[in-house]
């Protein structure tokens, strides 16, 4: 079938799309409408945690549908209740609200540290969150990101956001006030381009929270559920938070995200917080399977094979071209070019033949990677020859 037998134009027109129909996928693999197959290392922006179509995932949405669907966030459902004891028991929180995307969750967050600050902070409300940090596109949470151009876009912003700079600890020191409640931040800054958090950082705003009786939020909406090489991005910096977000991963690509806080952070009264979809039986059936698979013993000790591997190419590569270098935790990594030839590498490693190959430039001069969690080592050596590959004839050109 030809592109232009699809028609499109019913669709709003928010990004641009190069003329192709996905019509299946399986694993570390996507295939269009003309047959043609891609090795994707986007992974609907490490949403896919275990690939297209995991059989795990497969598994519990057929059982799940044919017991119960949606009977409303007014009521108990058991999926919800086993989702919410796995997630408390792997990590530092007690509580759990689900949700169905990261800015959702994110927005959650920044209500719960805002009635945490009327209760018990004499009103406090500011968070201070990081230039080019990315929480999200709702009115909310994108005043809460620092993406540049953003605070213009649907003026006025919703105030109370002050901006620090990530892995500067005085430029987070000179902004609390009296009215500040709480520090947000990712762990790795990923629209920004794979940018960590450092050690030091991490351990110097708990101090601060601390210091200053603040509340500590991480964004883990792109880094938790095994994406860093650990259940949880957090974990590797030996801090306690008080308030995590999460998404993407921990659907594995259905919608589904959390909100997770230790017990004296919730504050909500009944009333304060809730969604229709919310914690649904048959997505949080799904994230069960997605928990249990990535939980498996030995899961993640493949993920951080996969991802030394992967740093390790991407070092040759940037060694053999002169570029510079690498950076990232576990399976999201950017390479770091030496020229605003990102968009054009993306282009052409996807009109590959006979395989194309989906990457992502977040920025101009640089690609991100995000595979699947149970990407192969074959497929990683595979991109790593086909990127090379593309790089080669665009410097020839």
């Given at each position: 079938m ?10 709003m ?11 299946r996928?399986q ?6 409408h003309?047959?043609?197959?891609y090795?994707?290392?986007?992974q609907?922006?490490?949403?896919n ?7 795990e ?8 549908a044919?017991?119960?669907?949606n ?23 007690d ?5 169905n995307?990261?800015?959702?969750a ?35 949470t994108?005043?809460a990101?620092?993406?540049p151009?953003?605070d ?12 620090a700079?990530?892995n500067d ?16 931040l ?20 708990r101090?601060?929270?601390?210091e ?45 995200a ?22 649904n ?5 799904v994230?069960?399977a ?15 094979a ?12 940037s ?16 390479l770091?070019?030496d ?8 282009e052409?490693a ?12 977040p920025?101009?001069n640089?690609?991100?990677?995000m ?5 192969s ?7 790593l020859?086909q ?7 665009l410097?020839?050109?």
């Open positions: 030809e592109f232009s037998q699809f028609n499109v134009n019913a669709l027109e928010i990004t641009s799309r190069p003329d192709l129909v996905f019509v996928g694993g570390s693999w996507l295939e269009d003309a047959g043609k197959r090795l994707d290392f986007v609907g922006w490490a949403v945690t275990l690939g297209h179509c995991a059989p995932m497969k598994r519990a949405l057929v059982e799940q044919d017991k119960l669907m009977p409303s966030p007014a009521f108990y459902n058991q999926p919800s209740i086993d989702l919410s004891l796995r997630l408390t028991g792997a990590s530092c929180f509580r759990v609200f689900f949700a995307s990261g800015a959702e994110n927005e959650g967050a920044i209500k719960l540290a805002r009635k945490w600050g009327r209760v018990k902070r004499n009103g406090a409300y500011k968070i201070i969150t990081m230039n080019h940090g990315f929480h999200g596109r709702t009115l909310a994108m005043s990101s620092g993406k151009g953003w213009t876009m649907y003026a006025p912003q919703v105030e109370g956001f002050p901006k700079e990530l600890l005085d430029s987070v020191r000179a902004l609390i006030d009296a009215q500040t409640v709480a520090i947000m990712e762990p790795v800054q990923g629209e920004s381009g794979v940018i960590p958090a450092t050690p030091e950082f991490m351990k110097g705003l101090q601060l929270a601390d200053h009786q603040l509340l500590l939020i991480v964004d883990e909406v792109q880094t938790g559920m095994g994406r860093t090489g650990s259940l949880f991005a957090y974990q590797q910096f030996d801090v306690v938070p008080d308030i995590m977000t999460l998404a993407k991963g921990i659907g594995g690509g259905v919608p589904l959390a909100l997770l806080a230790r017990q004296e952070v919730c504050v909500f009264a009944h009333g304060d917080q809730g969604g229709t979809y919310n914690g039986p048959l997505m949080t059936a994230g069960v997605v928990f249990d698979t990535l939980a498996a013993p030995g899961f993640m000790d493949t993920v951080r996969r991802a030394q591997q992967l740093s390790e190419g991407l070092l040759a590569l060694a053999k071209w002169g570029m510079g270098g690498e950076r990232g935790m576990g399976l999201l990594r950017a770091i070019l020229r605003e030839d990102g968009p054009a590498v993306v052409a996807r009109k590959l033949e006979p395989q194309g190959l989906l990457l992502n430039a920025r101009g640089l690609l991100r990677f595979p699947a969690l149970n990407v080592e074959q497929e990683i050596a595979q991109m020859s990127l090379d590959g593309v790089i080669g004839a410097r020839k050109s």
